[in-house]
Each structure stands twice: as structure tokens, then as C-alpha cells.
């Protein structure tokens, strides 16, 4: 079992930045390929970051490459997400997700991660 806990969303402006944290409990975080999801209202759910277990391999879509950046400190059980140049059409609920399938890369398919966040909101107002 994986809980999740994500920090750090909020209201800035356009161009700002935020990082968002993702706290992790349990042993096995280190193990588990790692991912961030957002969903806008009235929009489906929709990938924004990824990142392979050690870490050495991550993936952003073209929708926030460049501006956003996935790391982990496994020592810490913490995920982030540097968020940069923030327009308003990132403003969505930001979650965390955790696959536990043990994989050495990482996955952008929702379906492939099991252990959620809560989530947290990011508004960017322009």
C-alpha cells in the first residue's frame, strides 16, 4: 500500500512557477515508477509528467515540455513537479500516482497507475 499526499498548488500568475510536492508513505516508493496527472473543469484527466523509478528516465508531453519538469528523492519518498512559465490554461487539479507493477520504465496510461492523491489545485490567472 502507497498513500499519497500532494502539496504546494495555488493561485499565481501567468509566467510564475510553483513546485509541487507529492509525499509518499511506505517502503516501496523508491520501487515505483511515478506520474502526474491533471484535470481541468469539465475536461478528462489527462498526463503531464512521468518518471522511471530511479529517476534517470522522465517524459513530459509536448503540452508542458520545456516548462515543466518531473524529479524524485526516493530518500525522501517525495515526488515533484517544477512547474515554469505557468499559462492559465494549466489552471486544473494536480494529482500524483503511483505504479506499483514494479516496471523498469514509466507509463503514460492512466490505467497502468493504481495509488492516486487527493490532489491539488493550480489556478493561473492571465
Known amino acids: 500500500q502507497v498513500q499519497l499526499v500532494e502539496s504546494g498548488g495555488g493561485l499565481v500568475r501567468a509566467g510564475d512557477s510553483l513546485r509541487l510536492s507529492c509525499a509518499a508513505s511506505?517502503?516501496?516508493?523508491?520501487?515505483?515508477?511515478m506520474g502526474w496527472f491533471r484535470q481541468a473543469p469539465g475536461k478528462d484527466r489527462e498526463f503531464v509528467a512521468g518518471?522511471?523509478?530511479?529517476?534517470?528516465?522522465?517524459y513530459t508531453p509536448d503540452s508542458v515540455k520545456g516548462r515543466f519538469t518531473i524529479s524524485r528523492d526516493n530518500a525522501k519518498n517525495t515526488l515533484y513537479l517544477q512547474m515554469n512559465s505557468l499559462k492559465p490554461e494549466d489552471t486544473a487539479v494536480y494529482y500524483c500516482?503511483?505504479?506499483?507493477?514494479?516496471?523498469?520504465?514509466?507509463?503514460?496510461?492512466?490505467?497502468?497507475?493504481?495509488?492516486w492523491g487527493q490532489g491539488t489545485q493550480v489556478t493561473v490567472s492571465s
Open positions: 511506505g517502503r516501496t516508493f523508491s520501487a515505483y515508477p
Open positions: 518518471i522511471n523509478w530511479m529517476g534517470d528516465s522522465t
Open positions: 500516482a503511483a505504479d506499483s507493477r514494479l516496471t523498469m520504465g514509466l507509463t503514460i496510461r492512466q490505467s497502468d497507475y493504481d495509488y
